[in-house]
């Protein structure tokens, strides 16, 4: 389906896999099952999310000139076909938290999680923290992937998913910046609607900050070598480019900053993780 693109998953996933052949490494076995099982939940939950979100946002969207050419309020699908789309999906997470067994903690908690993952779509009806809801959600990927395995949490996917978390919030932040006016006018939630964008850069960019900070913190308790060290200053490099692009006055490069950029950083920390386990 057009409307959810599986590329967009790449925010997420890499982090699901890294904290997963970490996990691998502290249970000393690898199983297949779980490696599917991580994929189906991924796709099924993002897919799930994102045409929820696609449901409730349909009004808005359509009174939006950025997005009123997304499926539904362009009719080229229609409400029924997505409601179809969205229980398939859930019933698919669901379903392939089974996958897990004898680990009971993914089968038990996959309703929670879907559940605050479906919850994202109405938060800019009450917070302007919506942004950082959103970044929760995919702080659970990393974290759910150690646990699905290993059975229990440590400070390694805490860290990591904390990582996740201010990057995500970081990023959406910037990428909200294009609907600061429209917001406003449409009693929507954001922090750029709220503060300002001006405001709203330096808020994301302490986020980034925060991010930094915590990757270091991932990177001790995951006992990871100096190359992944490396690459943690390659990713401030490259975060610090991502807020030159997006400037008060010029927001036209947002979506290369929120695309290009942050797809580099989260399959260039896999990789980095990958080579320095391994090597």
């Not at 919850?119 to 659970?140: D, E, P, Q």
């Not at 904390?162 to 006016?181: K, N, R």
Request: net charge positive; aromatic share 14%; charged share 10%.
């Amino acid at each position: 389906m057009g409307m959810i693109r599986f590329s967009h998953t790449i925010f997420a996933l890499p982090f699901a896999l890294l904290a997963a052949i970490l996990a691998w490494r502290e249970v000393g076995e690898f199983r297949l099952l779980d490696l599917l099982g991580i994929l189906l939940c991924m796709v099924f939950a993002r897919s799930a999310a994102m045409a929820f979100n696609r449901l409730v946002d349909r009004k808005q969207d359509a009174k939006n000139p950025r997005t009123a050419g997304r499926h539904i309020p362009a009719g080229l699908l229609s409400v029924k076909t997505v409601w179809l789309f969205t229980i398939v999906c859930s019933v698919g997470f669901i379903a392939s938290t089974l996958l897990f067994l004898p680990n009971v903690w993914p089968v038990a908690l996959s309703i929670p999680v879907l559940l605050f993952l479906l919850g994202y779509s109405f938060t800019k009806r009450f917070t302007f923290l919506c942004h950082y809801w959103l970044a929760a959600g995919l702080m659970l990927s990393p974290i759910a992937a150690w646990l699905a395995i290993t059975g229990s949490v440590n400070w390694t996917p805490v860290m990591l998913g904390l990582s996740v978390f201010f990057w995500v919030g970081g990023f959406d932040i910037l990428y909200a910046c294009q609907d600061a006016a429209f917001d406003r006018d449409s009693a929507l939630s954001s922090i750029p609607a709220y503060f300002g964008i001006t405001t709203a850069l330096r808020i994301a960019a302490v986020s980034h900050f925060c991010m930094m900070l915590t990757l270091l913190g991932f990177w001790h308790f995951a006992e990871l070598g100096y190359l992944f060290l490396g690459g943690i200053v390659v990713i401030a490099m490259l975060l610090l480019y991502e807020h030159l692009l997006v400037k008060p006055n010029d927001l036209s490069r947002v979506n290369v900053a929120f695309f290009n950029i942050n797809a580099i950083i989260s399959l260039g920390l896999l990789i980095l993780a990958v080579v320095d386990v391994y090597l």
